[in-house]
């Protein structure tokens, strides 16, 4: 019977360590979209309720000509993501968070401009809304991955 060679030996295990060293990244990363796909969703179906509060204190602030397309555009929205429904939020929600955005930001600098809260309680707010931008960017980038 014929010997490996050890260098050989050492090579064809080099190899295949490198080889999964560039698959279990690949098979960690689908995992981690997996993931994300399934905590999307249900993590913008939560936020939905504190975010509301927010978009209402900016549609109240607009003048009254205006507040009832915000008000339709705004109710729209939170029906779309309340239902959970990843195609819903896709097709109802995300043609109207550029709206939804703005009012959220205008409802958070009335609230500051009354006192009802601080520049503290302000800037988190503002990053709420950041992150719930990002989340819908994430709805918008990638399909569910199942």
Known sequence: MRSVPPFAAVR???TLALLMLAVCPLTGC?????????ALVPALVLSADGFE?????????LPAADRPDATLAADA?????RSGDRARMVAEGLVRWAVVR?????GINAK???????????????????EVGVAMDRLRAAPPVF
Not at 77 to 81: C, I, L, S, T
Not at 102 to 106: G, H, I, Q
């Open 12 to 14: 064809l295990a080099l």
């Open 30 to 38: 689908r995992q981690g979209e997996r993931a994300r796909d399934f």
């Open 102 to 106: 703005d009012l959220a930001l205008a």
């Open 53 to 61: 509060s927010d978009v209402r204190a900016g549609v109240a602030a």
């Open 112 to 130: 500051q401009a009354r006192g009802e809260i601080g520049p503290f309680g302000a800037e988190s707010l503002r990053n709420r809304v950041l």
């Open 77 to 81: 929205y939170f029906e779309a993501v």
